[in-house]
C-alpha cells in the first residue's frame, strides 16, 4: 500500500471543508484526491492545485457545497467540473467520466460511478493516480506511482488512442517528460508522437502555445525539446532552423520561458512577429520577443551601447538582447553577467532640451525643429548621457546645419 506522508495540503482546514461537504452527500469515499496533486506528493514536489474526483454529479456537487456554506462555481459543467471554494481556497471538483466520443481536440462524455473508467480516459499513467483523504494512494493502471519513482512519462493504454483523443497530448508528453521524466523518453509514446505529429494542426493555437511555454518553464527543458526536434514534433511547432543547443545555454542562464523560446526563433523580426501571431500569443510577450532580436546586441558592446541600447528599447530588451546574445554564442554566464551589471541601478535620463531650447535660437516650429532634436539626441547618446554642456552642444548642432 502506498500512503502519501507530510502533506499539509490533505490536513488543511479548506480541504477538510470540502471533502467533510462531498462526503455528507455521497458517502465516504465518494470523493477522492487525483492528478497532480497525488504525483507531486509522490514525488515530494510542491502542490500548488488540488484538484477531487468525485462519483457525485455537477448537481449534486453543487449542492453538497452550498449546503456546507462553501460557494460553488459551474467553471465546466459540460464535462463535470465544479469549482469549489473553501476560505478563498479552489478546489476543481469533477465527475468520474468516460469519453463517448472524442475529435482530436475535444470530447463528449457521459459520467460514471467507476474509478477504472475514469482512470482509463486520462493521458499518462503518473496522472491517473488517486488518494482518499488519509493519503491511501489508488492506482487503476497498476503502474502510476512505479512510473513516478521511475520518471517514467507513460501513456494510459494504447499512446495513439490516447493521441488521438486529443492531439495536445503529443506536447505534454514532451513537457510532462521535461517536468518528471528521467533518461529518455518512452519509445512507443515517442513513436506515437513521431506518426501522429501533424494532427497537431487541428489544436488551437492558444492551447500550443500554453502548452509550450509550461515546458521551456522546467528546469532543463533541453532533453525534451531535443527529442521535439529529433521526432519532426517541433516543426509542427516553431520555424524551421530552431536550436537546441542555444536553448542549453539559455536555460544555463535563465527561468524565463519566454526568453527560453527567443533562442528557438528566427533572428528576422518579422518572422518572429508571424510566428508568435500564428500561435496566438499575448501582444505584450509578442512585442517582448520581436524587440528581443530587433537590434542585436553583442557581448563585446561597450558600456556605451548597452546604455544606448537600453535608452532606446528599454532596460528589459538591453537586457533580453545581452541575454540572447550569450545564449546564441554559447558562451558562459561570466561574461553576460558583466554587461547586464552595467545596467544594475541604471535609470534612462530624460532627454535634457526641448522644442522651447531650439526655439531660443529662432528656429521656427517645423522639420528643422525635429531635425536637431534628434540630431541633439544622437550626439547626447554617442557621448554616454552627459550631464552638462547641453546648451553648447545644441548651438554647436544649430552652426553645422546653417553651414
Not at 544594475?344 to 522651447?356: H, N, Q, T, Y
Request: glycine share 8%.
Amino acid at each position: 500500500m502506498t500512503r502519501l506522508t507530510e502533506q499539509p495540503w490533505l490536513e488543511a482546514a479548506p480541504t477538510l471543508a470540502v471533502m467533510d461537504a462531498l462526503d455528507a452527500a455521497g458517502g465516504a469515499g465518494c470523493a477522492r484526491f487525483v492528478g497532480g496533486c497525488v504525483r507531486n506528493a509522490l514525488l515530494g514536489q510542491p502542490v500548488d492545485d488540488v484538484d477531487i474526483a468525485t462519483t457525485l454529479e455537477p448537481p449534486q456537487v453543487v449542492a453538497a457545497l452550498e449546503a456546507a456554506g462553501l460557494k460553488a462555481v459551474p467553471t465546466g459543467v459540460a464535462h463535470g467540473t465544479i469549482t469549489g471554494v473553501a476560505e478563498r481556497r479552489p478546489f476543481e471538483i469533477t465527475t468520474l467520466r468516460r469519453d463517448v466520443s472524442t475529435d482530436g481536440r475535444n470530447a463528449t462524455v457521459a459520467f460514471t460511478t467507476s474509478w477504472e473508467e475514469d482512470a482509463a480516459r486520462r493521458d499518462f499513467r503518473l496522472n491517473a493516480l488517486y488518494a482518499d483523504r488519509a493519503g491511501e494512494v489508488f492506482d487503476p493502471t497498476g503502474q502510476g506511482a512505479a512510473d513516478c519513482t521511475a520518471g517514467r512519462i507513460v501513456f494510459v493504454g494504447d499512446p495513439e488512442t490516447r493521441i488521438r483523443e486529443d492531439y495536445l497530448r503529443i506536447l505534454r508528453f514532451f513537457r510532462f517528460h521535461a517536468w518528471y521524466g528521467r533518461g529518455e523518453p518512452d519509445v512507443a509514446g515517442l513513436e506515437a508522437c513521431r506518426a501522429l505529429a501533424s494532427g497537431m494542426a487541428r489544436l488551437s493555437a492558444e492551447r500550443i502555445s500554453r502548452e509550450l511555454l509550461k515546458l521551456l518553464a522546467a528546469a532543463d527543458p533541453v532533453p525534451a525539446v531535443r527529442a521535439m526536434a529529433d521526432s519532426g514534433v517541433l516543426h509542427q511547432v516553431l520555424p524551421d532552423g530552431a536550436d537546441p543547443d542555444a536553448l542549453e545555454a539559455m536555460a544555463a542562464l535563465t527561468r524565463d520561458p519566454e526568453l527560453r523560446l527567443s533562442v528557438l526563433l528566427p533572428d528576422d523580426p518579422t518572422a518572429v512577429d508571424a510566428a508568435l501571431r500564428r500561435l496566438r500569443f499575448a501582444n505584450a510577450a509578442r512585442e517582448r520577443l520581436v524587440e528581443t532580436v530587433r537590434e542585436p546586441l553583442p557581448l563585446d558592446a561597450t558600456d556605451q551601447q548597452v546604455r544606448a541600447a537600453a535608452y532606446r528599447a528599454g532596460v528589459q530588451a538591453a537586457r533580453d538582447r545581452l541575454l540572447r546574445a550569450a545564449a546564441k554564442a554559447g558562451g558562459g554566464a561570466d561574461p553576460v553577467r558583466e554587461r547586464l551589471a552595467v545596467l544594475d541601478g541604471w535609470a534612462a535620463p530624460r532627454l535634457p532640451i526641448g522644442g522651447k531650447d531650439i526655439a531660443a535660437l529662432g528656429v521656427s516650429p517645423g522639420p528643422e525643429t525635429g531635425r536637431l532634436l534628434k540630431a541633439f539626441e544622437d550626439s547626447w547618446i554617442a557621448d554616454d548621457f552627459p550631464a552638462e554642456g547641453h546648451q553648447a552642444r545644441l548651438e554647436a548642432l544649430f552652426s553645422a546645419g546653417r553651414g
